[in-house]
Structures are given as C-alpha cells and as structure tokens.
C-alpha cells in the first residue's frame, strides 16, 4: 500500500463506498439537494446531485485533495513552476488566455508580452486573410486553408472550430488534415485549389512525421500545379520552434508563429495553432474564447475546494474511478456543434492520465485515468445507454446542453432537452421489479410472463451522472467548457501523484515506427524484430496476403 491509499482520507472513502444509500433514497431525503449540489459558475452550471455523494463523502473527498497538496499544486502550475518534471518544462497554457498586464515568468523571464505580441500577429494575419490583402502567386485572394497537424495541434482547433460554426463569417473555408493515409489529404485536395489556398503547418519541431509528410505531399501538389518554390512563401504558414527548418522548406519567416515548450500539444488551441479557429470565426470572436478559459483559470485558482467545479469534477470522476472500479467514462453533448468534444476530452484526458507511474518513478497500486468516450444525444439513446442503464459496469456521464439553441426550429430543442433529463433521470432513479409489473397490469400476458418480461425491463438506477449547462454556446462558454476539463485534469494526476504533462507512451509508439519505416523500406525481408511484426512487414512489402 502506497501513502495514498493508507490516507486517513483515503481509508473512509474505501468504508463509506460500501455503505451509501440509493440516490432515490437520497433524494427522498433531502428536497434541497438540487441547490444544495449544484454550481454556477463562468457562465456554466453543475447539478452534481445525481451523484453517490453524502455530505461526509464531499468532506472526505476534499480532506484526499487537500493531503495531496492540491492547492499548492494549482499555485506551481500557474506560477509558472517546473510540474512537468520528466521534461522539465513549466506548464503555462493558462498564460495564453492571461491578461495583457498579467506577469507570469518562465526561468524569470515574463512570457506575457510574448505572447500577446504573437496575437497582435495572428490579428494582423487574420485581417490581411478576410480583407483579401493575402494575395496568391496569381493574384487572387485565398478561400481556402488546409491546416495540417496531429494531435493536439489538429484535434483542438477542428473541434472548436465544429463547435463554433454558428460564428464563421464565412470569408473562408478551412479543411482539416492529420492521418498520414493518403487519402486524408487526397480528398481534401480535391476540394480546393492551388492559387487561393494557403495551408497552415503545425509542428514544433518541424518534423512530425505524419505532419512532414502531409506537407511535403501539399506542397508537392501546389508545385504541380502551377505554383514554384518561389511561391511557396504565398500559400505556406507555419507554426513551429524551427523556424531554420520552416524557412529552407520555404516559408517566409514573417508567416512563421511561436511554440513554447511550457505549452502541450493537447493545451495548445489557445496559441497560433488556433488559427484556424481564428480564421473562421475572426479574431474579437477567438478573443472571447481566451475570455472564457480566463474566466474558468481565475475560478480555478481562487476558489475553496469545495466551491470549485473542476475540483469537484476531477474529485467525483476519481471517487468512481478509485473505489467503485469505473473503468470508462462517458461524455454526452446534447447539441450538433458540440458533437466533437467527446473526442477532444478523450485525448486531454487520456493522453496527460493514463500514466502508472508516480512523480518519483515508483509503480502506482491503484487505477489511474478511465476511458473517455462518448458522442451525441440523442443518437446514443439509441445505442449504447442501453449498455449505461442495464449494463454490468458502473459508467459516470456527464451530460452538456445549452439551453437556447442557435436554430430553433419547432418543437426540436424542447424535445431534446426532454431527452437529456429524462436520460439523468432514468439513470438515477432506475426502474424496480414492482414499477415493471405495474406498467404491465393491463396487458393480456399471463402472469407468468408478466413477471418474466418485468425481470427484463427492471433497472437498478443508481447510476452517477453530472450535468452541464449554459444559456447559450457561445465563444466564452465554449473557453469555459474546455479549461474546466482541463483543470479536472489536473485534479486528478495531482491526486494520483502522477505528471499529467509528458506522454512517453506516445513516443515510445514514434520511435518504433521510425523503426518499423526503416524496414518497410528496405530491399530485403525484415527478421530483425518478433515473428509478427516480420510476419506483417513482409506482407506489406509484398502486397499481399
């Protein structure tokens, strides 16, 4: 046993898991638990009440956050402290939203100032773009931008950019690459052409190698079709720390924009890789983003443990996690633009907590970072809830809904929020053997089947979810929603004593395909590694099975 797990804290929880009434118990109990269970703030709104929560478990939950140092712990982060200690790096994402006048030092340097000036750059970039300034090699204006990277520098931009359509002006098209398959790239090729687009390169290093490959396979294009290398400079930007490599591709040095190693790729939307975002719905609109992660990294930073919703998130996921065995965790956006967040949370979360080992290289002995998955109400409804109501294994959901919707039409809106309610409902309060055989008591079945056909139709309910809501999506509530899962985070890689931060599963997976290329490659057979990865690489070099 670890010194976690032998926490004063640690201990109650593991005794009160086992011991907690049924939420309909619950609710029954205390008709203020809604109020008493609920949080507003950043311009979003928590019912955390369908919970498997007593006053004493919050109580316990803070005391395990507490002994953990998790407030000191959000005070390094934002001080600019060295937290990623396997690369040694600060962690300052929450400086790219900062205020202008903020002050926040990286090896004493104030990193603000920077910062802002790349803004001021991306402004002008993106004024020069939408009022036709941005001319190609034959003298049109750009429609089009092909971002291309991976992972977070691919997967932040096109979800927000999903998720704020109602917010594009329309003055041009943005089109999303990062599987290094060919065809990728190919179809969205086929969709633009070489004198109006301008393709944006995300990557650090320059050298990514589905982002690289990607690129060279865009500008080969371009340069067959009519474009030269001195053109280049017209319909290529980069967003990298190589300008050196940026510039002998032929990107003009005044289109190359800043990376920070004190910047992850999953936390990287609110910097220069989120151009494209920028691009679509303008620069006041990308502005009100930065606003609303603000807003939700002053509450973040300020607020008492038991009043701050990323902790009480982070908290609540973790309890379910660690003492009742939830091995997944399912997000459930009840609106069309929101349909891609599930996806975004699962790389933040996933990627920064699926980690077993702890800050001093030891091995952890309990479970650390759940699946994240999830999708779009009310699809899902249709699918896998049955797996959520009736399934052998405990999922926590969070459910996300506005409540106005930007097209109301009808009686759509009303009869999806009726879904979404209904579903936390239904989860918590289940359905008894007894509720089943009352809904049959008027049909024509024999009592024998009545009885079989109410074993199928009982639900046990007790079932945990969170719900999300805001008045509107928005740019604001959208920064909002996205540093709140950010900083849940956070909370619970402080907890398990893990860095959120690094990602060396990821590459350790670069390097051996670097590797495996390598083979691929070469004239002869591969029986250099284990029999099936010789078995798979041979097959491929001879194209078929």
């Known amino acids: ?32 638990r809604f109020e008493q269970l609920s949080l ?51 962690v300052l994402h929450t400086a790219l939203r900062a205020a202008a006048d903020a002050d926040i030092r990286v090896d004493g340097v104030n990193v603000v100032p920077e910062v802002q000036a790349t803004l001021a750059k991306m402004e002008q970039f993106v004024a020069d773009v939408h009022e036709g300034r941005w001319l190609g090699y034959t003298g049109k204006a750009i429609t ?44 969205k090729l086929k969709l633009v052409a070489p004198e109006t687009t301008l393709f944006l390169t995300s990557s650090k290093s320059f050298g990514t190698q589905e982002t690289l490959t990607n690129t060279l396979s865009a500008k080969a294009w371009f340069l067959a079709h009519g474009g030269t290398q001195q053109d280049v400079a017209k319909h290529f930007a980069a967003i990298t720390s190589n300008v050196a490599k940026a510039t002998d591709f032929g990107i003009d040095e005044t289109n190359i924009f800043p990376m920070w190693d004190w910047v992850g790729g999953r936390y990287s939307l609110w910097s220069a890789i989120g151009l494209p975002i920028a691009l679509l719905i303008g620069m006041d609109n990308f502005r009100e983003l930065l606003a609303g992660a603000r807003e939700m990294d002053q509450h973040f930073a300020t607020a008492p443990l038991n009043e701050n919703m990323p902790v009480i998130m982070g908290m609540l996921s973790l309890w379910y996690n660690n003492f009742f065995n939830a091995q997944s965790h399912v997000v459930l956006t009840y609106d069309h633009y929101l349909r891609g967040l599930p996806a975004y949370f699962q790389q933040l979360d996933m990627e920064s907590n699926g980690k077993s080992a702890k800050m001093d290289g030891s091995q952890v002995d309990y479970s650390t970072g759940p699946v994240i998955w999830g999708g779009e ?13 009736q399934g052998t294994a405990l999922i926590p959901a969070d459910f996300i809904m506005p409540l106005q919707s930007h097209n109301p039409l009808g009686e759509h809106h009303i009869q999806l ?103 691929l490659a070469a ?8 029999a099936s990865s010789n078995g798979l690489i041979n097959a491929f070099k001879k194209g078929c099975i």
Request: aromatic share 6%.
């Open 144 to 187: 089009d931008v092909v971002s291309i990277g991976i992972g977070g520098s691919f997967l932040g931009p096109k979800i927000a950019s999903e998720a704020l359509r109602p917010y594009w002006n329309g003055a041009v098209k943005c089109h999303y690459v990062a599987n290094v398959d060919a065809t990728s790239i190919a179809e």
């Open 40 to 90: 507003k703030k950043c311009d979003l709104f928590l019912d955390y009440s369908k919970n498997r929560l007593t006053d004493e478990v919050l109580q316990q939950l803070f005391a395990l956050a507490k002994d953990a140092g998790l407030k000191q712990k959000i005070t390094a982060m934002f001080n600019g402290d060295i937290i990623n200690t396997t690369e040694k790096r600060a």
């Open 1 to 32: 046993m670890t010194k976690l797990t032998q926490s004063p804290a640690w201990q109650a929880l593991s005794q009160l898991s086992g011991n907690l009434p049924h939420m309909r118990t619950l609710f029954a109990d205390n008709p203020k």
């Open 523 to 530: 004239d002869s057979d591969c029986d250099g590694l284990d």
């Open 417 to 519: 929020a009726s879904n979404c309610f209904g579903q936390t409902q239904a989860l918590m309060q289940g359905r008894t053997f007894d509720e089943a055989m009352a809904e049959l008591k008027d049909s024509k079945l024999s009592d024998a089947d009545k009885a079989l056909i109410a074993k199928h139709k009982e639900m046990a309910g007790n079932k945990p979810s969170n719900t999300i809501l805001m008045d509107k999506l928005t740019p604001k509530t959208l920064g909002a929603l996205i540093a709140l899962y950010e900083h849940r985070t956070l909370v619970q890689g402080t907890i398990w004593d893990i860095n959120s931060f690094d990602q060396w599963g990821v590459e350790l997976g670069k390097t051996l395909g670097n590797d495996v290329l390598a083979r």
């Open 377 to 389: 109400g009310t699809n899902g409804q249709h699918a896998y809830h049955q797996l959520l109501h």
